[in-house]
């Protein structure tokens, strides 16, 4: 497409020197025209005789609208006529339009009254762009009409938004299908729609001074789509730019951070009870193995490290400075890391934005920046970084190596991931506190974890994005390789915003939220406990290879619940080859059932078990295993999770690795299958069906985001 | 209403002895109106001359439209032609009608050709109605139009419905919104809307061979709902009636099966590993004090108690027998029971109707009705009554006595039940296995239950219902005094149904059963532990005496993910009245927050907690309480605990008894601290902020369906 920018840059520096917050209907077409959507034609009349010749050349039937900078919503004040089929009923209904509008408000300035092609056939949708204080530019589609709008039926993505986005928004309504037509009509041009959302997206993000935009409605048809009404509004105040590190240099520092040489610890103490008594501990006890150096202006030795009155009296190189102290002294301190070119400060004190404190916090920002310091708080309980043995944190140490990486931007959360991951074993690479984010953020972290080859999945604890472009530009990337499992808190508690254009009442915070993160391939959980499974679970799940997903259950019981997950979960129960449904009857009775549910029945012994789950490990057609145990006295839990064990453990040795999940349901010796399994890298949950499908589900949902099925 | 029964019923009959399983348009018309169900003013014209005469009568704009018993898609057949404005044009239209629906169908019978007033204005809406193989007759309400049959925004109802139902499907689909007006729009008269299904509804009701029917379009406006098209299906094939046994046999039956005096094990043996061995151990070892009679063609004794060679040679009465005997020999045995008059009959044995043996399975049924013997199962795991120290299972034991009441279709499910029981200390009053379900299914559990003192809350598992009406019957009235929690299975796995209306085809499985189940007063569970957890809690929490939730936490990040749990359930948070927030205010930091939820912050001492929490209980304005809970130092998981337990302890002798459900988040301690609460029946859950408030959620759910708040 080639847009005509010089013409909506005049438009806009007309209406700027007008101080104006819109275009009237004839400049949002003009600036619509320019960015190749399509609008009817029409003229602009100022007597009846000419809206007479204008609607005779344009053909009818036409529509009649008010032209009135002072008239905004045009129906309310009686100034559209629409179906107008010939000139006598023009010139009529231009008097009357004219009327109207002064009845309405007399001292309006009446610039004229336009004609316009009535179009009509064809689905009415709606185009959109709006301004979102998190994620800046977005452009929306949706369906149009009364109805829509209460239904609300409505997707979002960031701005630009390229062909591939446009024609997913397509997909990602509920009432897509509309878009093919039903019942004997016909569908709609998507190629046509798709590029009217290109359009929209490319001209909010060229003009950034258009705050909202609308084509409500657009008429789609075999024939393409055209705007019958543009509606513009402007916002010529400057938005601020969020400060952005380069990310070369993010990368270095994050690298110095999470894995520091030397550690400082500012406000060390050897008294049991404070914090800097804590942070110590924590290091000395993790088995630290780099550089620790104490900082207090008095003491000697704590806990058998040399003491240093400041940071700047610290012989050697230092990464990072966890800071013990009170709120008030932090940004001096911060300043004299500069001087020792400290990477990162860890900033445990609370004292600061949470409390209202927003000018302290503010201060320290400014500090940090000048002294080209990294700030990871404050008011956090500091993070773990298990490759490292590194308990930089006053909260109870952490020592699980495994490759998932947490992050929370609550104290509560992070408690909640450390205890979590105690009790379910889960080894991690990191746990991340956020806390009130005066700088280092999730981009930051996924920038380092993205490179970072302990690390193979990252959950994130989200309640707001300072940046959402930059996080959604980052997770992008980083989502094609490792899966990233975010949970949005406060997705349901803030209403609606005051918006002036139906883009933006739309535009309800989550929806958006829901949007990008899907565009950005991030894998959303919906509550705490999903963020904890996913993160445990994908890092254990190996990727699958097709969407074939076969249930094998000795409980029929189970096998309906565990067909209800799948279907819940977006997974596609494989159509079973005879030859294979052939191959599982040899070792199931002949009142089990084959077909998919495989049906065992419950009276079976271990031998059954092992050899239907071996066939479906070895069958490469099927991608992926969900196992339905059910406790007999005949094969008992333990001797179930052994076998299981087993035989996941000799098709790993074949080369046959495939995603495979367990419910188990049984008396409580089922919980000890259940660790057993989990143990041996295979998810194994008890008295549930739906957990396990849900986390397989969690995979595949990054599987696909990803490319990689 | 008064219903023109006779004028149906000489339409029906015609329609019969046609041999035809639809009604003209015309016909379809005549049995809507002696229903008084509006429909628009027309007439039936053989020729164009008779077309225009009656167009001049009834006024214009028409509608012409073919009628022919050969042409049931009008549309298709070019035999309907709309916007009709003058008699020229009806003369036109007729011929070309006329010659339509000859080149569709040269053989087609063509009566005539209807001339209808065109409704126009007004929302199109769709009321309809279908046969359900489950629930039987159902009335439908939707919104109309191509969009709507994609969205699917419908719901469903048992018929008849009365007023107050037909108000309530006004207000239950997604759009609902739209009947009162948008956007300037007058909104529609939900008098006369909700009269056309109540209409509708007794009309299939009281002429069950209507099996379909669609009003489509129905168009709803101010001034009335008017239905533009009539279609009525019709079969006239008898529909099996369901065997009913009456409701006061049903209870003295269940009643002696449930608390048996006298128990007789069929195959009862003195052999280790055999299932007749097992549940005779069960029994004893449970403690069951009733009289124990073991049937064995040739033992002496077994387990210490005197045998007998068959239960008609028991010299006392026998109220159950568990039939512990291979599958074929069942059959005679059951005979012998009603010879003994026993009233039950446990069906352990499998080998019937789910190995496809449906004539052995229909052979016990009919022995069991002719002998007045009630049978459960077959194909289950017995079932437990705890205040009976009763174990009538092979299964483990388990004697942990309590309200809650559970049922399984499936022996997974049912060992899941158990162990999660088990695990949970969850207190029981009856586990149940309803296995083939070929006679006691959950109508006769919940009649039972409704008035033992023992119960109270009813949780089943369900894959399908026998006879969806008279559960619904008895749901309604149980669940009014007892929750009634249902996990319905299989809900996602069945197709769409072939259907020839478009009500019928908008049926799907789930979406019935789930507006039945919500229209019983049925707390849906969407998993297995949901089920257990719903089970677990409802009878646990008293009954809310108002809506109004407060959330007090010590973690914010508790709060944002606490609050987006109780959006998601539907749980009101309370507005904090000025004085209630300055009472609060007293105890917490300054910087903390009051309002809702109320954020004491996380550096407090034990005493701030006590001091919230119990003014939280005190108030009565606060209806229900949900704690967030945050593991620190200074007040540590067992600490808190102790002082929740002691607080709600004082608050329940105070009289002050309200729902109080805990989130806890920290390391691995809050585990046990969640214990200490739950044995203290305080709902408190680890590492979630989500499950306490699903379970307040349901609670609320079941409330308010009972009508208590």
Not at 247 to 267: C, Q, W
Not at 474 to 486: F, G, H, L, W
Not at 679 to 708: F, Q, S
Request: charged residues 20%.
């Amino acid at each position: 497409m080639s847009y005509d920018q010089s013409t909506v840059r005049n438009v806009l520096a007309k209406a700027k020197e007008d101080r104006r917050n819109s275009l009237t209907s004839s400049e949002a077409k003009q600036v619509a025209s320019a960015y190749e959507i399509a609008t009817p034609a029409e003229g602009l009349a100022t007597s009846p005789d000419e809206a007479a010749t204008i609607a005779s050349e344009i053909g009818f039937p036409v529509v009649l609208k008010i032209v009135s900078p002072d008239i905004l919503h045009k129906t309310d004040a009686g100034g559209v006529i629409t179906d107008i089929g010939d000139v006598d009923n023009v010139k009529a209904s231009y008097a009357s339009i004219f009327d109207n509008a002064k009845a309405h408000n007399a001292d309006a300035r009446i610039d004229g009254v336009q004609v316009q092609a009535q179009v009509t056939g064809g689905l009415e949708v709606i185009v959109g762009a709006t301004t979102d204080p998190v994620f800046g530019k977005l452009v929306a589609f949706g369906l149009g009409g009364t109805l829509v709008e209460i239904l609300q039926d409505v997707t979002f993505r960031l701005a630009p938004a390229e062909s591939e986005d446009a024609h997913a928004m397509l997909d990602d309504i509920a009432g897509s299908k509309i878009l093919d037509g039903v019942r004997g009509e016909s569908g709609v041009d998507r190629n046509a729609l798709a590029q009217t959302i290109e359009n929209v997206s490319h001209l909010v993000n060229d003009f950034p001074e258009i705050s909202e935009l609308d084509l409500n409605p657009v008429f789609a048809s075999t024939a393409g789509a055209v705007a019958a009404d543009v509606r513009v509004l402007l916002d010529f105040e400057a938005v601020p730019q969020h400060h952005q590190h380069a990310p070369d240099e993010i990368l270095t520092a994050m690298k110095r951070i999470l894995e520091p040489s030397a550690v400082a610890v500012i406000g060390a103490s050897a008294e049991d009870g404070k914090i800097g008594n804590s942070v110590m501990r924590n290091l000395i006890d993790g088995g630290y193995e780099g550089e620790l150096y104490p900082v207090h202006p008095k003491a000697d030795q704590i806990l058998g490290h040399q003491c240093y009155p400041s940071i700047v009296d610290i012989p050697g190189n230092v990464d990072i400075a966890i800071f013990c102290i009170p709120a008030q002294f932090v940004a001096s301190v911060i300043a004299e890391c500069g001087r020792k070119q400290v990477a990162g400060a860890i900033l445990i004190p609370s004292g600061f934005a949470e409390i209202g404190e927003h000018e302290l916090q503010d201060e320290i920002v400014k500090v940090a920046r000048e002294a080209n310091v990294r700030l990871m708080g404050p008011n956090i309980y500091g993070f773990y970084y298990t490759h490292k043995n590194l308990c930089a944190t006053f909260c109870t140490p952490y020592n699980e190596k495994g490759s998932v990486a947490l992050s929370s931007q609550s104290g509560g959360v992070g408690m909640a991931i450390i205890g979590f991951s105690r009790s379910a074993k889960m080894g991690v690479s990191a746990i991340v506190g956020l806390g009130n984010k005066s700088d280092i953020d999730e981009d930051d972290l996924l920038t380092y974890f993205e490179q970072d080859p302990n690390t193979s999945v990252i959950a994130m604890h989200v309640e707001d994005l300072k940046d959402g472009r930059a996080f959604a530009s980052v997770a992008k990337r980083v989502s094609k390789t490792k899966p990233v499992v975010v949970l949005k808190a406060g997705r349901t508690s803030l209403g609606a915003k005051a918006a002036n254009s139906h883009t933006g009442a739309l535009a309800g915070d989550d929806r958006v939220y829901d949007a990008v993160l899907r565009q950005s391939g991030v894998v959303r959980a919906k509550s705490l406990n999903d963020m904890l499974e996913f993160a445990r679970g994908l890092a254990v799940l190996p990727t699958p290879k097709g969407e074939n997903v076969l249930i094998l259950t000795g409980a029929g019981g189970s096998g309906v619940l565990l067909s209800d997950a799948c279907v819940d979960n977006d997974l596609a129960l494989m159509a079973m080859p005879s030859d294979l449904d052939a191959a599982f009857r040899e070792y199931i009775p002949p009142f089990g059932a084959a077909g998919n549910p495989v049906d065992i029945t419950g009276g079976e012994p271990p031998t059954t078990y092992r050899a239907t789950i071996d066939l479906a490990l070895r069958d490469e057609r099927i991608h992926s295993l969900v196992l339905g145990y059910w406790h007999t006295i005949i094969t008992p839990p333990m001797v179930f999770a052994e076998l299981l064990g087993e035989a996941v453990s000799d098709a790993r040795a074949a080369g046959n690795d495939k995603p495979v999940v367990c419910s188990l349901v049984g008396d409580v010796e089922i919980e000890q299958a259940a660790e057993y399994l989990m143990d041996r890298n295979i998810l194994a949950y008890p008295y549930t069906a739906e957990k396990p499908v849900a986390v397989l589900g969690a995979k595949y949902r990054w599987a696909r985001n990803a490319g990689l099925i």
